[in-house]
């Protein structure tokens, strides 16, 4: 693992996340990134909540197994009756790591089913609070045996990171601001092809995910797991089943532009492309494109941390995306546009650019570490 961010600049840099204008659910994988730069650990997942009822719904996990999320999925409420989430929220997350100190622990259904085919052996939680003190969602951070369990300062130091996400807390619904044109990242990309039936007979890596990414199941929900179109989201899969029945007839496919679906995490782009039929069948076949895409700004931050600049100066390049007239980017900043340009003339001067534009391009085009989105 790389060095561990200092506490002050982690706190930081999650302060900034928690500013941007976006769903807790669109911004999770920067925000689990980040408390991995902070926190010793392997991977993380979120799973919202809701206030009162503290009833769960789609769990994001950095590392995803489509059989583990299936157990999940179908399972959710045996899981909760082996530790329940009205448990971790009373005990600030402390019955979490309890459990996992228990004998006879790697017995338990919840360590089998998902924790060990994950390669995990230590959890840590801290329930997300909103400003009235109601859990919104419970933040998970996990590692292997050879780390050792999650200390006593480790979970403090996971219970400031919430706090300072508090912002998020309940924010499930984009803020106005969340499509006012700014461009969009490709991460990942993966196909599925299909045959004349609507039956999968071939699919890529991170196709299931993306799959179940966009459907963001609720708790029984596993229709993503499919092995045919009933995987797909219901526009997708009647474009495509138009498509596949006007081949046989040689009739002009039915043109379908991309669509683009709002899930976890961001956008979920889908293209078809018909492909006729293979030889000895007058089935035809096509296949669907999917690529997830995710607002610049998000991306930029979540590959800052590593780069030295202040506070200010990465609130700058961030911000700037969404607002280029230097104008509105002292006004969102709080700055005067001689400060601002201050700012921006040291912060290019010293890292060798021309621009913050170019600045920017060069950290958006820059893989971070380990983040698992790698962009394409």
Not at 125 to 139: F, H, K, M, N, R
Not at 149 to 173: H, I, K, T
Not at 229 to 254: H, T
């Amino acid at each position: 693992m790389d060095a561990l961010l200092r506490p002050s600049a982690w706190l930081a840099h999650l302060q900034l996340l928690a500013t941007l204008p976006y769903s807790v659910d669109v911004l999770m994988p920067s925000v689990l990134y980040t408390l991995r730069q902070g926190l010793r650990a392997d991977y993380g997942t979120f799973t919202p909540l809701a206030p009162r009822t503290l009833r769960s719904g789609a769990i994001f996990a950095e590392r995803f197994s489509p059989d583990v999320m299936g157990w999940l999925c179908a399972a959710r409420e045996t899981a909760q009756a082996l530790h329940s989430v009205e448990a971790m929220v009373r005990t600030d997350g402390e019955s979490r790591r309890a459990l996992c100190l228990k004998p006879g622990y790697e017995d338990n259904p919840l360590y089998r089913h998902i924790l060990q085919p994950l390669g995990t052996r230590w959890s840590m939680v801290a329930p997300l609070l909103d400003a009235t003190g109601q859990a919104c969602g419970l933040l998970y951070l996990h590692r292997g045996a050879a780390h050792g369990p999650f200390s006593d300062a480790e979970q403090r130091l996971l219970r400031r990171a919430r706090d300072v996400l508090q912002p998020l807390a309940g924010r499930r619904q984009p803020a106005a601001e969340d499509d006012d044109g700014i461009a969009r990242v490709g991460l990942r990309r993966a196909s599925v092809v299909v045959d004349g039936r609507g039956r999968f007979i071939g699919m890529g890596d991170g196709a299931r995910e993306m799959l179940y990414r966009c459907a963001a199941p609720e708790p029984g929900a596993t229709a993503w797991l499919a092995p045919d179109v009933d995987a797909l989201p219901a526009q997708v899969m009647d474009d495509l089943l138009d498509a596949l029945r006007a081949a046989p007839q040689r009739a002009p496919a039915p043109h379908a532009a991309p669509r683009r679906l709002r899930g976890q995490a961001g956008e979920y782009e889908f293209r078809l492309e018909l492909l006729g039929a293979p030889v000895h069948s007058t089935d035809p076949t096509a296949v669907v494109h999917l690529r997830h895409l995710e607002p610049a700004d998000i991306t930029l931050a979540r590959r800052l941390p590593h780069w030295k600049l202040s506070p200010q100066e990465r609130r700058l390049l961030v911000n700037s995306l969404r607002h280029p007239h230097p104008h509105a980017l002292a006004e969102r900043l709080g700055v005067s546009l001689h400060t601002l340009k201050s700012y921006s003339k040291e912060m290019i001067r010293r890292h060798g650019f021309a621009s913050r534009h170019d600045m920017a391009n060069a950290v958006l085009q820059r893989a971070a570490p380990d983040d698992g989105l790698t962009a394409c």
